[in-house]
């Protein structure tokens, strides 16, 4: 395993540099400095303890998003939804967390919870539509992304909106709702180790239990999987509901960690990116935890390239992902070409 | 209503229409040969923007267009060559592809608007054929609609259309029949790319007369729906992109009816805007649950195939 890992290395560094390459003639084209840039990216990832702190923050929504996605994908199902989740789980922790009158104790579980039954059913709408319909997930979770974001506008025009009725944007959470912060002067916040405490406790189902094995063996061909008795229509609705949750969840999360209320426009396409999280993970919910970390990274990067830098506008973040997982498809190509030759096969 | 009325509604529906029909028959064209495409998306913002400012600069509208055409195909290229030549997973390369337009096209948008090349020179608008002003038809709405029976009478009365179908349904047939089926995918897919680029000129020229961030508004995944309900057929992608065009420009009127907003003042639902906004998704959604599992994809969907 260390063996071949070293062996791919050289040609990992080539697709990756490739990719670096394209990226900067891209910025030179926009009229910016290459180097420029990258100094921005690294402080704004690694630069200080504040930019680290940032990093992680940035990791945990990608986290949960992405862990959503790999369940969704491992199962053999294409659930692109993952904004739309995201999304609606952030709106129900907000309709709970304004709540006057809830005891502490339970305030904060019970956002979190609600943000994660949010995803749940928003992702429960795709999966009834693929099982009882045949609808294609890709086009009905897509579709549902641009539902989610209406109503996310009406939410914070309507039932949601502050009191004032100023912006476009609720209450603050009610203070028990929020989640402890871990270090002063800085953002990061408890629900970071939740997501964390996620992902092991994903990758023991996948791994270890009857429900985790049955996902897998539906992902690995719906037929062996009938043959073999395990309920693939019930496999499949689960696993909807199990991704959405992780994507409520993450919504819910950003809440009560990071934001403290809702507004318009409230993911910078946290459940975009988690698919590229999910890819470069090869959709190991163990593997999800250095990958996130890396999109995180670029994340709380770019947002500083964006700062600083005049004509970097923060879509530039798309544009890095976009690279990055080209270079990641390139090399899969090249390892799995090489590996075929290796075993005599045609090339 | 007045006959004026009604003219202007449908005429208005047809130009609402061009976009998402020209990237549904490029849609449709992928499938029939086994390629599914989720960057139809990504495909048509880069058209909007390379008409824009292509036809700015020249000052031509026309140019605009032609440059649409092949920078949507050129982007295309990146796509088949990944997820055609590469092999790569098809849904995987498409979501990549709707990143990498989304980003580029607000980086170059912005550069360009800051750099002052447009120059202050304004937008050459699409010169109508029929009418003027709101009650009109331009060049491309034409050509979309023409390319509907052009592409039907391809795909069902010519050999290449026999061979395009059994590349989607038994790639492994036609491979024995003689047909390169990767070349023929991969030319599928820039014929592909240069539709969307000419959808994406339909809206930002036609349209919106301008360019703006993410203006395609998921029209490229409204259009990869419309090829589902339309059975993978042109006359039903037609049928179906107009019943979605004209279900926005119904919700954009209704929005306006002095009845409808007191009906909706009544209700006490704070901005109902977003409702009307979110109508074309749900009718999208309600479309591909009615028309349910009754409709069948060509068989190689996706699937990656190798020349033995």
């Known amino acids: 395993m260390k063996q071949r890992l070293l062996r791919d290395l050289p040609l990992l560094l080539l697709t990756f540099s490739l990719g670096a390459a394209a990226l900067a003639l891209i910025i030179r084209l926009v009229g910016a400095s290459p180097v420029a840039v990258s100094k921005a990216l ?101 579709l549902l992304n641009f539902v989610a974001l209406q109503m996310l506008s009406w939410m914070v025009r309507g039932p949601l909106q502050e009191a004032q009725k100023g912006f476009p944007q609720s209450d603050l959470i009610a203070v028990p709702a929020r989640f402890v912060l871990l270090a002063p002067g800085t953002r990061l916040h408890a629900g970071v180790l939740l997501a964390l405490f996620c992902a092991a406790l994903i990758w023991f189902f996948l791994r270890w239990t009857a429900g985790g094995f049955a996902l897998r063996a539906v992902g690995s061909g719906e037929g062996a999987a009938e043959a073999a008795g395990i309920p693939v229509r019930r496999t499949v609705l689960a696993t909807f509901l199990l991704s959405g949750a992780l994507s409520g969840l ?12 809702l507004s318009d426009g409230y993911s910078p396409g946290y459940g975009y990116t988690a698919i590229a999280v999910a890819l470069l993970a090869n959709l190991s919910p163990l593997a999800v935890v250095p990958s996130a970390l890396f999109f995180g990274a670029l994340t709380a990067g770019s947002n500083v390239v964006q700062q600083r830098i005049v004509g970097i506008p923060s879509v530039v973040v798309q544009v890095l992902q976009a690279v990055v997982l080209l270079a990641f498809l390139a090399y899969a190509w090249a390892r799995e070409r090489r590996q075929r030759r290796e075993e005599g096969g045609v090339a | 209503m007045t006959t004026a009325l009604i003219l202007s509604l449908v005429l208005q529906s047809l130009a609402y229409a061009a976009p998402v029909l020209l990237a549904s028959l490029g849609g449709l064209f992928s499938e029939r040969v086994g390629v599914v495409n989720i960057g139809l998306e990504g495909l048509l913002l880069v058209g909007a923007l390379a008409a824009v400012v292509a036809a700015t600069v020249t000052g031509s509208a026309l140019l605009g267009v032609l440059i649409a055409l092949l920078v949507g195909g050129a982007l295309a290229a990146l796509f088949a060559l990944f997820g055609v030549v590469l092999r790569r997973d098809q849904v995987i390369v498409g979501t990549t592809l709707n990143f990498l337009a989304l ?22 608008p699409l010169t109508p054929i029929v009418g003027d002003g709101s009650t009109s038809l331009n060049a491309l709405t034409l050509l979309a609609l023409l390319l509907v029976p052009a592409a039907h009478w391809l795909l069902f009365r010519t050999r290449l259309g026999v061979i395009l179908r059994a590349t989607g349904e038994v790639p492994e047939a036609a491979a024995a029949g003689g047909t390169a089926v990767s070349r023929l995918r991969v030319l599928v897919c820039l014929l592909t790319g240069g539709l969307c680029g000419l959808g994406g000129a339909s809206l930002s020229l036609g349209i919106s007369s301008a360019f703006t961030e993410g203006m395609t508004n998921g029209r490229g995944f409204i259009a990869l729906a419309v090829v589902v309900f339309g059975r993978w057929n042109p006359f039903g992608a037609l049928a179906a992109s107009l019943l979605f065009a004209a279900a926005d420009v119904a919700q954009a009127r209704l929005q306006t009816v002095a009845g409808v907003q007191n009906w909706l003042a009544s209700l006490h639902l704070g901005d109902t805007y977003p409702f009307f906004l979110a109508l074309p998704y749900v009718l999208t959604l309600v479309a591909l649950a009615i028309r349910g599992s009754k409709v069948r994809p060509p068989a190689a969907l996706g699937q990656p195939f190798e020349q033995g």
């Open chain 2, 103 to 124: 980003g580029l096209t607000g980086m170059l948008y912005r550069a360009w608007s800051a750099s002052g090349s447009g120059g202050g020179k304004p937008l050459p």
């Open chain 1, 250 to 261: 993450a919504g819910a999360i950003q809440i009560s960690g990071v934001t403290y209320l």
């Open chain 1, 42 to 142: 690294w402080d704004g990832a690694f630069g200080s303890r504040y930019s680290l702190s940032e990093t992680l923050v940035q990791t945990a929504p990608l986290l949960l998003t992405g862990l959503g996605v790999a369940v969704a994908f491992r199962c053999g199902l294409f659930n692109i939804g993952a904004e739309g989740q995201f999304l609606v789980g952030a709106m129900a922790a907000t309709g709970v967390g304004i709540l006057k009158n809830v005891p502490a104790v339970i305030h904060l579980p019970l956002l979190l919870l609600a943000g994660a039954a949010a995803g749940a059913l928003w992702s429960g709408i795709a999966g009834l539509l693929k099982v009882y319909r045949g609808v294609q997930e890709v086009l009905s979770t897509l």
